[in-house]
């Protein structure tokens, strides 16, 4: 039954999400900002807005993951490594929230592996 | 003030945001445990409506904050505006439609089954906009049984110029939310109540509210108020076509 799996993933997806969201946006814009002061203008908004997707994209995954997290828990387990990886490659950018965001969703993909042994 | 915490060496968190998530949780936990005997299938559907209405949600409360407040349509005023939540309801309640047909769930049920989770993370929201500041009402004119005051360099006090009373819109909006919640949580058909009692809510809230409202055409009502209006009309429509005699949670697994 599905009210027997923990809710761990959940939480640790949608706390990871909505905290990894705004500080994927900073982080964007943080590097577009220090970059531009050595590289050319094109270069650094490039970056930034690579690491700008890139933790969007980490966070919304985490999110989704969490909120399926009971229902397909193999799949989320799966998502949330994804996710855990694409929020980790911004800390890159200073951006040390995304280590917070991290933790979160490895915690969440460890609970969903173990649900769906469960 | 209280809009965020602060961890040394890693950043600010908003605390805006962290009521957002709580609210989603509890929001979500309140649905498993008043659906504990559905699919997983079932589940699964169900929790992909939720989160793509949780996106068209948020782009819905952006689209509306930069229609009604004239801003251009760019990638900063997206990211970096403000949010509404009526244009965000409007927004998810089309994106549940849509969706709901393509998992053949009927929409009703569905609708029916989500006003729980609504507004409890409405209500969390909304505590979030008190620590926030955003979303203030009207100076109380000393009147200390129903006004707050935010300290310095908060929205209000930027707003007003000085630390003054002002009524907590924000808490009257939680208080009533609760009220909704407790009013509508056993009763079959949520979907008429939720619009009337929230519509009406919003619109005699939106007198003491007095943070830029944005304009219309026609600037006799605020946009919430004018959209609270249709939320009434709208419920009252679904009880008087008994559309709410579709709502048939069971009848889902059927559907599957």
């Not at chain 1, 761990?8 to 999400?17: F, K, L, S």
């Not at chain 2, 945001?17 to 559907?45: P, R, V």
């Not at chain 2, 609708?111 to 100076?139: M, T």
């Not at chain 2, 003054?164 to 009257?172: D, F, G, K, M």
Request: charged residues 15%.
């Amino acid at each position: 039954m599905s009210n027997e799996k923990s809710n761990v993933p959940m939480i640790m997806g949608i706390i990871g999400g909505v905290i990894g969201l705004p500080s994927a946006v900073c982080a964007g814009a943080c590097v577009a900002g220090l970059s531009s002061l050595s590289e050319t203008s094109q270069d650094a908004s490039d970056l930034g807005s690579t690491y700008l997707i890139m933790g969007v994209l980490g966070s919304l995954l985490g999110l989704y993951s969490g909120i399926i997290g009971k229902s397909k828990p193999k799949l989320s387990g799966i998502l949330f490594l994804i996710a855990t990886f694409m929020s980790g490659i911004t800390m890159i950018a200073g951006n040390m929230i995304a280590l917070i965001v991290t933790i979160l969703f490895l915690i969440g993909s460890v609970f969903s592996f173990k649900n769906s042994k469960s | 003030m209280f809009d965020h915490i602060e961890i040394k060496y890693f950043g600010n968190i908003s605390l805006y945001n962290l009521l957002i998530g709580l609210g989603i949780i509890f929001g979500i936990l309140y649905f498993n445990y008043k659906n504990k005997d559905l699919t997983e299938e079932y589940n699964f559907k169900v929790f992909n409506i939720l989160f793509s209405s949780l996106i068209f949600g948020f782009i819905g409360s952006r689209i509306f904050d930069i229609i009604f407040f004239y801003k251009s349509l760019s990638i900063d005023n997206f990211l970096y505006g403000s949010s509404t939540f009526m244009g965000g309801l409007l927004f998810s309640l089309i994106s549940i439609r849509i969706i709901s047909y393509i998992f053949r769930i009927n929409f009703f049920s569905i609708f029916n089954s989500l006003v729980p989770f609504i507004i409890i993370s409405h209500f969390f929201g909304r505590i979030g906009c008190f620590l926030a500041g955003c979303c203030f009402g009207k100076e109380s004119h000393n009147d200390y049984l129903f006004g707050v005051t935010f300290p310095k360099d908060s929205i209000p006090y930027n707003f007003y110029g000085k630390e003054t009373l002002i009524h907590p819109t924000q808490l009257y909006e939680s208080f009533l939310l609760l009220l909704i919640f407790f009013i509508i949580k056993n009763k079959k058909n949520k979907i008429t109540p939720y619009l009337i009692f929230y519509g009406t809510t919003r619109f005699f809230i939106e007198f003491f509210r007095n943070d830029p409202r944005g304009e219309m055409i026609i600037n006799l009502l605020s946009p919430s108020q004018f959209l609270s209006l249709i939320f009434m009309i709208i419920g009252l429509i679904i009880y008087f076509l008994d559309y709410y005699k579709r709502i048939r949670l069971n009848d889902i697994k059927i559907a599957l």
